[in-house]
């Protein structure tokens, strides 16, 4: 069956300007189409046209954002789906080894491994790749309020938001046991890490079915910083038992949990800003979407 590609654009993914790689993918895929991605989400136009063109593959060109908004409304079609990675972080593209060139990105879509990839519900949301509750959503609201977006803007909120950042009570329950802890953020992962290769959950697989729970808990912020960025960087994680702390750090694997949330910590999907609740329901959706690795 001769392949049928759509590409969507995101223009503002990442701060740069797209005008190369349209032209790369005029000259590598004559025959495909290009369309900007839908503000809005729903893609109820794109996805009739995916099922009225017989569209076999539709690529991404954008960040996780726009990953999880793409696959979220598409995932049912029969389609398989591509990254080229365009945002700031790119959690999804790397941990499936998707290079950051849109050169070799490209390749990869033409040459690639179709894989079936987990995701997982958080309440009534979809996610595809990391979503979690505290620090890292305050920065990923804070992000999103930019004018300036791009890594740079990232690194700048992240460290200013992580010097004034507070701990929250939670209680987690998974299967039978539960803990309730002070923590400064609770990670859910399916990818391996935030994005930009700095890992929250080394051992985490897009295909095994798991969802990985990183944990870490309130401490001196300097000592902590140093101990969990050193961990992390060299993905030295390793899984505990669901009481057990490691330098802060608590780190297990689970099909679905609850995370009680009551002073109602933020919360964050796959990067972009979400509306947080007073209980979150997590579970695992085993083999949610096709990705071309």
Do not use: W
């Not at 200013?160 to 803990?179: D, E, H, N, Q, V």
């Not at 505990?240 to 750090?249: A, P, S, T």
Request: proline letters at 3%; one cysteine or more.
């Amino acid at each position: 069956m001769k392949r049928k590609f759509l590409f969507l654009i995101n223009p503002i993914s990442g701060g740069k300007s797209k005008d190369r790689l349209r032209s790369l993918i005029q000259d590598k895929f004559p025959e495909s189409r290009i369309c900007d991605t839908d503000k809005t989400g729903e893609y109820k136009e794109v996805a009739s046209q995916v099922v009225n063109d017989k569209i076999t593959d539709v690529i991404i060109c954008g960040g996780d954002g726009s990953v999880n908004q793409a696959v979220s409304a598409m995932r049912f079609l029969d389609v398989n789906f591509g990254i080229v990675p365009m945002g700031s972080g790119n959690g999804l593209a790397f941990a499936a080894g998707i290079a950051r060139s849109p050169e070799k990105a490209l390749d990869i879509i033409l040459k690639g491994k179709i894989t079936k990839v987990d995701a997982f519900k958080i309440n009534d949301h979809f996610s595809c790749m990391l979503s979690g509750v505290g620090f890292d959503a305050d920065v990923a609201h804070t992000f999103a309020r930019q004018k300036t977006r791009g890594l740079k803007t990232y690194i700048v909120i992240t460290i200013k938001t992580f010097l004034s950042a507070k701990a929250y009570p939670f209680k987690i329950t998974s299967g039978k046991r539960s803990i309730n802890v002070k923590a400064l953020f609770i990670s859910i992962a399916n990818s391996n890490q935030f994005g930009n290769n700095f890992k929250i959950a080394p051992k985490a697989s897009l295909s095994d079915g798991l969802l990985d729970i990183v944990v870490v808990r309130k401490m001196n912020k300097l000592h902590s910083m140093a101990k969990m960025s050193a961990q992390l960087l060299m993905g030295r994680l390793t899984e505990f038992g669901c009481d057990d702390f490691y330098n802060g750090i608590h780190y297990f694997q689970t099909e679905e949990l609850q995370i009680e949330n009551p002073e109602g910590a933020s919360l964050h999907i796959d990067g972009e800003p979400a509306k947080t609740e007073k209980v979150i329901e997590i579970k695992v959706i085993k083999g949610a979407f096709n990705l071309i690795c």
